[in-house]
Structure formats: structure tokens, C-alpha cells
């Protein structure tokens, strides 16, 4: 069947139409161009960005939760005792939050742990000789050995053996180059040696022993340390699977003024150490208190004329401690505190005595108290409002978690 022609005026008034059509659909189009360009103006001059809101905001909330500590929670690094043996956690405040990031099968006595300095690996230690002056009776203490730790997988290395390195092993640390073990040489053989050395003027000294020829830089006879026992300190650095010594320097050990292996140039390039965090010999900003006053009543009676109070100033109040005085000032646990418009009172939970030597850390409002140099029974505090906010007594090493 063939199609019916089409009219021309027919024809002619449909391409009108449809002209018509096209037309108006284009000035539709010209519009809705024309009200959303003015529409960015005005978004552009007001600086919102509603569609991106939203990412904005998570990504704030995934930087909030990255910080180790703001006024609204702090991070704490907590081994603790298990059946097994010892955990690593990473324990948020005030929730309670508790990461279990490993696990070994030793008691915590004698551990220590230090990071890198992008906080990406960790080294989990263990020091028979520090957990024999602190291990319960009947405790199942570790022989010197130390982990690898990554941090994003939690993976575990155990470290080659220390044994024939020279000295005692004080602190395994991660610097720029590596895995690094600083160790300490020192006995009465060693500082007689090096005494007579010194006497004589002489600029060096050749330690014996061993494969390797060592020999140590001798301070002059007048500018030898006035105390203490003189020593070596080494440092060693893990490099395809084998210690290999990096330094060697002449140090004294054995009193306060002693840097033993903290002479060494590679201490200073360590990434961040719990055992470094908890040496602390005074308040961090602290300052001694001249009038007493209202504190009489809380001073021990028997005391040296030494001690004294100091006070450490805070924008939600004052902690007072007093401190024992040797070659240095030390914080004891005899510790006040006073809200803003408040009484001075001890702290709540704590059990310290004065005849205690604790190490103190102020972050943000948070106060964190413990054992000094183990970090045994932890305290944290809020210091806006003075309560106790988690205690233990089976916990060690316990510090912030490092920037």
C-alpha cells in the first residue's frame, strides 16, 4: 500500500512548528546555562561548597581520630600482664577503648618500647636486669631480646641475639639509619685502665679484647668528669641481618650527672622511647613554692631542708608535688591539686607516698602519673574536673602515645 502524499501548506506549517519547537527548547537550554552559571557566582562569593561538605567533614573527623590527644580523648601506650604473658595495647580516654596490638609470651618486667620517628614501627624490649629489681616473686622473666613491631599489620621480627656485642645492652631505638642497639662497657679493670691512661696525657685509648681494634677518645685530666665510673658506650646498627658498630665514646655511669649511653651522637636521632618519657625529675613547667601557706598541712615533718614544694600552673588549676632533693630535685608521689576557686587536696586513686619517686606528664587537660623510670602503677587524671579517670597496678611502660 503506497503512503498518501502530504499536502505543502501541511508540510509547511509542520517545519514552522518544529522550528518553533527547536527554538524554544534551545532558549530553555540558554536559560537553565545562564541561572546555574549565576548560581556558582554567587556560591563562589559566598565560599560554600556544598557538595563538598560532606567529604570536608569526614575528612575532620578521620584527622580527629589520627590525634594522639585533644581535649576531647588522649592515647595511652599500656603492657600489661596476661595468662599468656605480656600485651601491647593502645588504650583511648575517657571511652576505654582498648587496641590490642600484640602479644609475647614473657612477663612485661623489664619492657620497654620505642618508635620510629614517623610512628610507622615500634621495637618491643625485654631487660632481665631491669625486671629482676622489679618483678614479682615467681615470675617468668625474659632473656634480653627485642621485636620488630609494624604497626599497620601488627607483624612480629624477632631481633638477632645481642649476646656478642660489647657491654650491656641499655636501649634498643629506631633512628634515621635503622634498627640501633646502644650498649654500655664499664667495670673497675676498664675505668683503672683508663684512669692510668688519662693521668699520663694520653689523647686515646685501645680497648682489648675482641676481634676489632677500638680505640676511645680521652677527655684532658682537667676536664675529666668529678664523679662517677668512667666507661664506654657503643652503638651498634642492624644492617643485613648482623650488628655492625657504628660508635664508640668515653661516658661515666653510676651517678646522677652520668650520660652513659646518652654520650653517644646517634641517642639524639631516636625516634621516641617510654623509657626516655618516664626519667622525669621535675614538673614540666614547675617552680618552687615560696610561701607555703595552706600547704603546711600537708607537709611531711621529718624532711631535709632541701625539699620543698613546687608548683606546676595549668589553665584548669595547680598541681603541687613535692620534691626530694639529692644531685638533683626529684618528684615524689606526695601530689596536691587545686581546681580554679577549689581547696587543695590530694588526688583521688592515687597511693603514692612521698618517700616515692614518680614521673608526671601533662598533655592538653589530661595528667598521667606512674612509677619513675617503669612506669608501673599508671594514674590518669582530668584536670578540669580532678577525678581519676583509669588506674592499674599490673601495667608498665605506660606513657602517651608519642606524637
Request: proline share 6%; hydrophobic share 40%.
Given at each position: 500500500?503506497?503512503?498518501?502524499?502530504?499536502?505543502?501548506?501541511?508540510?509547511?506549517?509542520?517545519?514552522?512548528?518544529?522550528?518553533?519547537?527547536?527554538?524554544?527548547?534551545?532558549?530553555?537550554?540558554?536559560?537553565?546555562?545562564?541561572?546555574?552559571?549565576?548560581?556558582?557566582?554567587?556560591?563562589?562569593?559566598?565560599?560554600?561548597?556544598?557538595?563538598?561538605?560532606?567529604?570536608?567533614?569526614?575528612?575532620?573527623?578521620?584527622?580527629?581520630?589520627?590525634?594522639?590527644?585533644?581535649?576531647?580523648?588522649?592515647?595511652?601506650?599500656?603492657?600489661?600482664?596476661?595468662?599468656?604473658?605480656?600485651?601491647?595495647?593502645?588504650?583511648?580516654?575517657?571511652?576505654?577503648?582498648?587496641?590490642?596490638?600484640?602479644?609475647?609470651?614473657?612477663?612485661?618486667?623489664?619492657?620497654?618500647?620505642?618508635?620510629?620517628?614517623?610512628?610507622?614501627?615500634?621495637?618491643?624490649?625485654?631487660?632481665?636486669?631491669?625486671?629482676?629489681?622489679?618483678?614479682?616473686?615467681?615470675?617468668?622473666?625474659?632473656?634480653?631480646?627485642?621485636?620488630?613491631?609494624?604497626?599497620?599489620?601488627?607483624?612480629?621480627?624477632?631481633?638477632?641475639?645481642?649476646?656478642?656485642?660489647?657491654?650491656?645492652?641499655?636501649?634498643?631505638?629506631?633512628?634515621?639509619?635503622?634498627?640501633?642497639?646502644?650498649?654500655?662497657?664499664?667495670?673497675?679493670?676498664?675505668?683503672?685502665?683508663?684512669?692510668?691512661?688519662?693521668?699520663?696525657?694520653?689523647?686515646?685509648?685501645?680497648?682489648?679484647?675482641?676481634?676489632?681494634?677500638?680505640?676511645?677518645?680521652?677527655?684532658?685530666?682537667?676536664?675529666?668528669?668529678?664523679?662517677?665510673?668512667?666507661?664506654?658506650?657503643?652503638?651498634?646498627?642492624?644492617?643485613?641481618?648482623?650488628?655492625?658498630?657504628?660508635?664508640?665514646?668515653?661516658?661515666?655511669?653510676?651517678?646522677?650527672?652520668?650520660?652513659?649511653?646518652?654520650?653517644?651522637?646517634?641517642?639524639?636521632?631516636?625516634?621516641?622511647?617510654?623509657?626516655?618519657?618516664l626519667v622525669v625529675h621535675s614538673l614540666p613547667e614547675g617552680q618552687e613554692v615560696k610561701e607555703v601557706g595552706p600547704l603546711v598541712a600537708w607537709t611531711p615533718k621529718s624532711n631535709d631542708e632541701r625539699d620543698?614544694?613546687?608548683?606546676?600552673?595549668?589553665?584548669?588549676?595547680?598541681?603541687?608535688?613535692?620534691?626530694?632533693?639529692?644531685?638533683?630535685?626529684?618528684?615524689?608521689?606526695?601530689?596536691?591539686?587545686?581546681?580554679?576557686?577549689?581547696?587543695?587536696?590530694?588526688?583521688?586513686?592515687?597511693?603514692?607516698?612521698?618517700?616515692?619517686?614518680?614521673?608526671?606528664?601533662?598533655?592538653?587537660?589530661?595528667?598521667?602519673?606512674?612509677?619513675?623510670?617503669?612506669?608501673?602503677?599508671?594514674?590518669?587524671?582530668?584536670?578540669?574536673?580532678?577525678?581519676?579517670?583509669?588506674?592499674?597496678?599490673?601495667?608498665?611502660?605506660?606513657?602517651?602515645?608519642?606524637?
Amino acid at each position: 500500500m503506497r503512503a498518501s502524499p502530504v499536502p505543502p501548506e501541511k508540510t509547511k506549517s509542520t517545519k514552522k512548528r518544529h522550528l518553533k519547537g527547536i527554538t524554544q527548547a534551545y532558549m530553555r537550554n540558554f536559560l537553565a546555562l545562564f541561572l546555574l552559571a549565576l548560581f556558582c557566582v554567587a556560591c563562589a562569593q559566598t565560599k560554600k561548597a556544598p557538595v563538598l561538605a560532606p567529604l570536608k567533614e569526614a575528612t575532620a573527623q578521620q584527622e580527629e581520630a589520627s590525634m594522639p590527644a585533644t581535649d576531647m580523648f588522649v592515647d595511652l601506650s599500656v603492657l600489661d600482664e596476661h595468662e599468656a604473658g605480656c600485651t601491647w595495647s593502645r588504650l583511648r580516654l575517657p571511652e576505654g577503648e582498648l587496641t590490642s596490638i600484640a602479644q609475647f609470651s614473657t612477663s612485661c618486667a623489664g619492657v620497654d618500647v620505642a618508635w620510629s620517628a614517623d610512628l610507622k614501627r615500634a621495637l618491643v624490649s625485654f631487660h632481665p636486669q631491669r625486671a629482676a629489681r622489679s618483678a614479682p616473686p615467681g615470675a617468668n622473666i625474659s632473656p634480653l631480646q627485642a621485636f620488630e613491631v609494624e604497626m599497620a599489620s601488627g607483624k612480629l621480627t624477632l631481633l638477632p641475639s645481642t649476646r656478642q656485642l660489647r657491654g650491656e645492652v641499655e636501649v634498643f631505638g629506631l633512628g634515621p639509619e635503622g634498627i640501633v642497639v646502644l650498649s654500655l662497657e664499664a667495670s673497675r679493670e676498664l675505668e683503672e685502665a683508663m684512669s692510668q691512661a688519662m693521668q699520663k696525657q694520653e689523647k686515646s685509648f685501645q680497648l682489648s679484647g675482641g676481634d676489632e681494634k677500638i680505640s676511645i677518645e680521652l677527655p684532658h685530666p682537667e676536664e675529666s668528669p668529678a664523679g662517677g665510673m668512667y666507661a664506654v658506650a657503643h652503638a651498634w646498627l642492624l644492617k643485613e641481618g648482623r650488628w655492625q658498630r657504628t660508635e664508640s665514646k668515653f661516658t661515666t655511669t653510676g651517678w646522677d650527672y652520668g650520660l652513659d649511653v646518652k654520650e653517644l651522637d646517634v641517642y639524639s636521632r631516636l625516634g621516641p622511647q617510654a623509657n626516655r618519657m618516664l626519667v622525669v625529675h621535675s614538673l614540666p613547667e614547675g617552680q618552687e613554692v615560696k610561701e607555703v601557706g595552706p600547704l603546711v598541712a600537708w607537709t611531711p615533718k621529718s624532711n631535709d631542708e632541701r625539699d620543698n614544694w613546687n608548683k606546676q600552673s595549668t589553665p584548669y588549676g595547680e598541681l603541687f608535688a613535692w620534691m626530694t632533693s639529692g644531685e638533683f630535685s626529684i618528684i615524689t608521689g606526695l601530689l596536691l591539686y587545686q581546681q580554679k576557686g577549689g581547696e587543695i587536696l590530694p588526688l583521688p586513686g592515687l597511693g603514692f607516698t612521698e618517700k616515692e619517686f614518680v614521673a608526671i606528664h601533662i598533655q592538653g587537660p589530661w595528667l598521667l602519673v606512674g612509677t619513675a623510670g617503669v612506669g608501673k602503677r599508671p594514674r590518669v587524671y582530668d584536670l578540669r574536673s580532678g577525678a581519676l579517670l583509669w588506674s592499674s597496678d599490673s601495667a608498665r611502660a605506660v606513657v602517651f602515645w608519642p606524637n
